[in-house]
């Protein structure tokens, strides 16, 4: 809704954001192809140096353009759109990567000496790979939203980095046997002597092959280093795969963990309601009441919206309760006629409750209690005449009960039990006799209304 | 007790669970014979067709029956036994599945065809796999069952995936190198050069042999991969591989982590009363209190029980007060003559405990504290007389103590310490002052009890 | 202290501890030698048939003795030593198990059958590894004796089971090759095709070495599976391995969390602080204070503490804080000839609090607030003066401060800060008005304690 | 600020600390060479012989030094600077170990014997290691300490000790090749026969090269054991990976687990809070305020910051209260005049919160509530007329809302909103009243604030 300054273009713009995943294609291509590169192509094919300089321009373009994309300030948390402290804030960054990662060495180079080493171009182009920044910047910003599941998030970023890890190292342990001096001494010459007239695909198959036989500590032993030099990059790659399986695994034994809280919660729940039962040799009827609470809190999942709704502020709280119970409380026949101010103080203090099937939430006799307000469902009133239970009546969506113990301060006379899945609202006792004190003029209305009921 | 409509049978029905049970069984026995076919019989037996058929058959009389079983709505948590709309339902949503993984493609191709190609039958029949679908229903169902163990059900899960992965894995490999142009060069070939003679064991164990070897990483390297082929089928295994093995290890971790925690918790407890009492040189007596109450709490889960009772709502915890409190306070001395509803208000209030022996529970002197009643055990009344301790009484089941002190206001003139293990329910002053006030007309009664005892 | 029936043995008597560990110590022999003399000691030596007589001769004595010792009921807690309770109890328990684990099975037989097939009487002496389970119990009870720490309990159980699984499997792989048709085709023969006649040391390490390096998952690839059967023995141990190393992993997880929870607890503290402190731009004293509060409770684990005291029920919370407290209170000059009871009643509010030096605990112009009692340790009266801090006097051991301030209603005159680390008691004053209101005699002498000091 | 005794230096003096820092790079240098000494010299150069002598000449002057450096009692927390306490401190505790690790054996000895075994000299060089504990302090002081990354520190110690158990497990390894009677019958001999005569450094990569192959379990098998001799020693270097490999993974989990969790924890806040609101249909800008509160504490850290203050004792909080808040109530106009210890009362009970932008703070027709006061942002006051709302006016920075209601008791004619984001105090309705009622004669100075201003 906020109209931004001229020529700059918002973070959120759909249109940008295409732009930055297009940008993450193409990163993607930089970084396969960076390496590869390095190790197998003596000779770059004209086709691939064009597609290079496509995507440098692509780049470019985006470099350009970062000049012209507003910012969030990380302390008003206020979207800036001044182009002065845009480009300043860029300038002073990440700008001197982002061209040196961009910028067309080899050409530049040649324009002065007119003779370049191969070897050295080569590994200036692995700046390119600067550009991995921004895949690691969309997986931060993945996994904070919420439309993403968290498990295939951290998933993919954790395939992503052990894929372009087994890359990279058999890329650059080919590019070791393929510049030592004895092809027959090294990790591949040793099995294939003749491994550099096979076929592009054999050996970046058996590179890649050597270099997850290695990662995943499986150790065949059929390729195996033959000379110092590699036996020294085996060192370094073993001693980063140890902290890359160490990483893997942590991250597993996180996500399983966050996994199969909510269900061992419920174990633990059902469990000790069980054993409880069991020990006071609870009635049958009491013990199913238990677990089917337990079960249906997991299936609504209400012990996490409970502790969600505690962590908001009171003003938030306070907006879902007039939002989701005032027309409620409204048209409930003990509130015709009392004033608006009355219902709003009350509606504050509403609880909403969810009960199973069968369920007791007021026993007959029990001393006066709170008041209960039927949102969905229905509650059958039960009344023990000589032992054996009757329905007397069954109250229903929109219905209250227990009102009269409340307000009357005598005994309940009937057991409210529930027949079906039910949805409460309960108005504390305490909380109603406060409100009515702060509000005497609505006392004679409210008994007004619970008169003629009765 | 719910009647369901004609024709309509429960899915909570015991026989049909059992024809689910049944269908697990036939589930498993496919999972495990499609790979090996594909990869090991090249001319299928005519019994194992024969089996193969009948099975499909039992999956095609499920796939009629589901249309006459009722489900349960996973909104209103209700059994829906309408039979439009459980065949709505199931057209809707995996009957097109469960049609293509069991219709019998070989016979109907070949009725129009007259000729088919032998691999992608085979291929087409790996849609059987479908059915493990099942598999996961069932444990997914196991995990929320309490009647069965959280951490066996968990590792069988793992065993199966495990297993079936090693399986298929073994029979695809072998079914690489079998359809090899060059069998001297497959990963079986060059170590069991006439591998295609061999008895069906010996190559199917080697196949497992071969698969697991990799799947634990420990990788012998008395086989491996000799073809890009294989190279490439090897690499996607083992990367599968890191993730099963994290996922196994992340697993264990959990259930290691869930089952320890109490052990855990238990001894940080012990742990922080010792050295609470060393740094406070507190008296042997009371470290050895502290101490044995923690013992208690763990032997009887106090700490999951009273967690879980928090977590229950009002209705169901005043059903279970009533239910075990009621008759025990009715019981008491100074309950006689006074009305039901006072003691139904007063059960709400009551707290049960556990003590373990030698236990203060009331101090000499101590002010006015709450009264207890005891279920079971003894408690002694100690009095001290020149510095000696001096057993005055034992009160024992059904006793009360410490009302003297709470009702008249005056200091104890007793310590109270158990005798053995004993449950109390213990009774608030302040609760049952009030429970007082709300029923004056029970003061008196209570009052002449008491003064009758004294 | 309880005495026992005639004849009957505690089992917490330390001579009967003392035969438990020393049957502990037979057990280890009897596990590492079982399995071995089945895989190596195709005749076995008239020594060790001696041992092992004179080994299960203790075992024997042991069945005997159970008889005779007392066991603690898991209902009462209370032991029972009746004669016949404890045989009824172990008879229908473990006795056939212990019978069947202690029976010289070749011995029996021989005498009716005179001919016995040697293998089979090998595998009957597995057998004795049923009492392994004696060594399972002793880890038990040693995770939960807080004399040993936990890290190295768990850790030698840990170890333990491993070296048992290492022991077992390569002894049964050695009796696979031992016993296969063609030596030269097994996994030792392969590499030492006169594996029969090396020493029997070189022949134990090497089996140990494969064991190892499989269980491990290095496999170097120099022993192998060279048969089916080996093959077949191979998977098993290689997917029991894969559940031993994430079970082995997953405890290692538990007790590296387990062990660096504190130091996190109190980095996030701190970090928590820090952060507070630099966003309010806090004056740097306060800062001081707020990360010195930190560091005192890491080191005095303050926080493990107070969890424990909260989990006690309120009778020994009593105990504790009479023992603690009140003899400092009864020397306070503010309760000069005041009632015991008041002192009493008093007592089971205060809080104990440690204070690290130059912190603030009460501020000048404060409102009226707590009572502190100094244990140990001294505390600095500041006044302001013209914006200039003074000491005006220090406060030790048995001084209060703030009473002034809470019992007469007015302002804090002076700031109170720590001048060491200081241990205070902290009296509510709401507490004190309260105890005041119920000891009414005694408010009089107070006031006249507090006005005569003034 | 402490001045100590004459000749004694502080712990924490920089130069001290300088000193220590130096003496760690030594103990690196010594750990790294003791093992390659023993291992790969056979005759030690006299320059290293010099260079180790410098060394030990440092250690020994640390020694010496030992005696006049304070050190900080465990029980007091203060510094002890009396040098006898600090001279039999060292002498009772490392002295013995310190002098044996610092001790030129070699020379001592040949003094006596004029020959010596060479072997045992450099066993008795391994000594040297004892000063290993240094850094195993220096880790353990880093990880608590702040300004360096958990994260980090952990890592690096873990890649410490693999590198040092690497480089050890290699030179031990070497040097039982090297020693082993049949050259060509060793783990290095049988693929490099020569080895003896090969270059120091390959011959040093290659022990390092198989250490590492085994200690990842990657196990190539290139390289293994091939004699009983180094057979157990790979046995036991085998056993202590699996525990180091286990640790590692351990710590990793446990890094991730501490790592990831807030992004969990709000993860799970948002998932609830959509959830909640889709289930109960919530209207748009409800549901949008729910998510910016959440993602707004997460930017903050409002959570950690909560939970810290709450940890905190009352004489801090009364500090922090004050330092912030005091002067913005001062500034109030509803405070003009009133007494300084209303306010210091008062400030004790305020409540600073965040409020993102177009948040709801009080609700239109809302009962009495809290007092808010701007600290920071704006807050628009919002008027609903015939259903439509219009912004009535704008608080900013200093000014008050809310009071109106809480004074007079009325219900609240506007709803106010944060404009942008806004930091507010809360006063408390119930606290203000509590305050006014203790400060009778501010109550007027108050209430005619209040109404001039309206």
């Given at each position: 809704s906020n109209k931004l300054k001229k020529f700059i273009v918002s973070p959120y713009d759909p249109r940008y954001r295409f732009w930055e995943l297009f940008l993450i294609v193409l990163v993607v291509y930089s970084a396969w192809v960076c390496p590869f590169e390095l190790a197998f192509l003596r000779n770059l094919p004209s086709k691939l140096v064009l597609v290079e300089n496509i995507v440098n321009g692509f780049f470019a373009i985006d470099i350009v353009m970062t000049f012209f994309v507003a910012y969030v300030d990380s302390k008003t948390h206020l979207l800036v759109d001044d182009r002065k402290r845009v480009a300043v804030r860029y300038l002073s960054t990440w700008f001197i990567f982002d061209v040196c990662s961009t910028a067309p060495f080899q050409p530049i180079i040649l324009l002065f000496t007119?003779?370049?080493?191969d070897l050295s171009f080569k590994v200036l182009n692995l700046?390119?790979?600067?550009?991995?920044n921004r895949v690691s910047t969309l997986f931060a910003r993945l996994e904070k939203d919420?439309?993403?599941n968290y498990f295939w998030t951290r998933c993919s970023k954790l395939i992503s980095v052990t894929l372009f890890a087994v890359h990279c190292a058999g890329c650059f342990n080919y590019m070791l046997a393929d510049r030592y001096?004895?092809?027959?001494?090294t990790w591949i010459g040793a099995v294939?002597?003749?491994?550099?007239?096979?076929?592009l695909w054999t050996r970046y198959v058996t590179a890649l092959y050597w270099s997850i036989t290695t990662l995943t500590t499986?150790?065949?032993?059929?390729?195996?280093?033959?000379?110092p030099r590699e036996m020294l990059f085996d060192i370094f790659y073993m001693l980063f795969n140890l902290g890359l399986t160490a990483y893997l695994i942590g991250n597993m034994t996180n996500l399983v963990v966050h996994g199969t809280s909510r269900t061992q919660k419920f174990r633990d729940s059902i469990y000790a309601a069980s054993e409880f039962a069991a020990r006071n040799q609870l009635p049958v009827s009491i013990k199913e009441q238990m677990l089917s609470h337990f079960c249906l809190q997991f299936k609504t999942e209400g012990y996490n919206q409970k502790t969600m709704l505690n962590g908001l502020p009171k003003g938030i709280r306070s907006s879902i309760a007039y939002s989701l119970f005032f027309p409620i409380l409204r048209r409930a026949y003990l509130f015709h006629g009392v004033s608006n101010s009355f219902i709003a103080e009350l509606v504050m203090e509403v609880q909403p409750e969810y009960f199973p099937p069968k369920e007791d939430i007021i026993l007959q006799n029990e001393g006066a209690a709170d008041i209960y307000l039927i949102v969905s469902g229905a509650v059958n009133m039960i009344t023990t005449i000589n032992g054996n239970e009757q329905v007397y009546a069954k109250v229903t969506n929109g219905d209250m009960f227990g009102e009269v113990g409340a307000l009357c301060?005598?005994?309940?006379p009937f057991t409210f039990r529930t027949a079906e899945l039910s949805q409460l609202l309960r108005i504390s006792r305490t909380r109603l006799r406060e409100a009515i004190q702060n509000h005497r003029e609505d006392n004679d209305i409210l008994m007004n209304n619970l008169f003629q009921k009765l």
């Open positions: 007119h003779k370049g080493n700046l390119r790979l600067w550009r991995l919420i439309r993403f001096p004895y092809p027959e001494n294939m002597p003749t491994f550099r007239s096979e076929s499986t150790g065949y032993g059929d390729l195996h280093a033959e000379n301060n005598i005994t309940q």
